[in-house]
């Protein structure tokens, strides 16, 4: 995993592949935001995938407050990607 983590961080275009097809398939009522739910939920699957720890709703609260941008309690696409390269990010680097 770690691999294909560390290809998507040096190929832009992949990882942008990559980040609109996770943005929009944790968008499940498909209005191109994803709150705090779908946002949980795409966190366990991601974490299942990966192979890491599930983070409980008070770390997820905190990784919302860091990565929302704008403070609307909501993950936008632009917001949503930078905590993905910072996840991929923390991934390669371990």
Known sequence: MEKIVSKLLKDE???????????????????????????????????DD???????DDEIKQIIKRVDANRNKKIEYNEFKVFLKDLFTEISNS
């Open 50 to 56: 990966l192979n890491l720890a599930k983070p409980n």
């Open 13 to 47: 275009e992949s990882f942008e592949k990559a980040a609109k097809t996770l943005y929009f398939h944790a968008d499940l009522n498909g209005d191109h935001i994803v709150d705090y739910n779908e946002f949980r939920h795409e966190i366990y699957k991601m974490s």
